[in-house]
């Protein structure tokens, strides 16, 4: 059965757009998000190994649930570091809307792990950290939350990162997605998609958001561990969250309003203005150029290749060229 958003007054969010919401009645805020064109664009770009550009998917969905939440004008970037055949993620998201992403890579060994059938995102990454970065501009102080990589997966990550930064609970689940059509010539027709769903409980009463303390916490060696139940709210908020279906977040007819009705129908879910998505990069010839004249002429030099040196930007593949001069 088609669901009409018309009935409700709810112009949809569509792809390539962050949509807030909250639950009232189990005290949860949280944002979804299915992308497009934006994610397609930006692995079709790089043309990565298929697991490669799965991973960076999962990170693009992340960041974006995450950086849309910036109050301010500022850069939020994820960035990985590991031992995993994928040493590097780095997403970078520039308010209100500018994403752009890269992944660094060993061919042989993502290819090794791909034979074996191991390319899941958890041995992909390995072990490292991943750090959280906020940036408010020249004239503030960043901001940096590290949370251990040790064979977790991204949705994990965030869980982590907010109990341990931020004393919240959270719940996070990404998906990502391929579509496979015929061209009007016959020919196959491949397209990325992604998505995802973060809920977080922010009840008034800050008593009821209390955790069990992380192991192994302060306590003395032998000490009875710490154990407090969940809230009943929280705990239901989980469980709808749980049996969202990753089909669910990247089939492209499946819109995020339809999701969250399917989700929260029964306590009411209250839906606030989508925030776009743009994959859009901050490069330009002039920073290119700011950056090479820090250089000095015996390092220009050594980039001088057939009197040019052509930069190339990592994330979005543009070149700039100059002379020496």
Known sequence: MAFDLSEFGVTPAGQDAVRPFAVEGLDVRGRAITLGPVVDSILERHAYPEPVSRLLAEAIVLTSLLGTSLKFQGRFTLQTQTDGPVSMLVVDFSSPEAIRACATFDEELVAAVIEAGAA???????????????????????????????????????????????????????????????????????????????????????????????????????????????????????????????????DPSVSVEELLFRLFHERGVRLFDPQPIADQCSCSREKVKGILTSFSAEEVDQMTVDDKIVVKCEFCSASYEFDEI
């Open 120 to 250: 899941t995102p958890e041995r992909l990454l390995g072990r490292g950290h991943l750090a959280m970065t906020i940036d408010q501009g020249k004239h503030m102080q960043r901001y940096q939350g590290l949370v251990e990589l040790d064979g977790i997966s991204l949705e994990e990550v965030a869980r982590r990162y907010f109990a341990r930064s931020e004393q919240i609970p959270t719940e996070v689940r990404l998906a990502v997605g391929e579509l496979y059509t015929r061209t009007q010539g016959g020919g196959p027709n491949h397209k990325w998609t992604a998505g995802g769903v973060m809920v977080q409980f922010l009840p008034e009463a800050p008593e009821r958001m209390r955790q069990p303390d992380l192991d192994p916490g302060d306590a003395p060696a032998g000490a009875d561990v710490h154990i407090i139940d969940e809230d009943d709210a929280w705990v239901e908020a989980k469980a709808l969250v749980d049996t969202v279906k990753d089909v669910e977040l990247t």
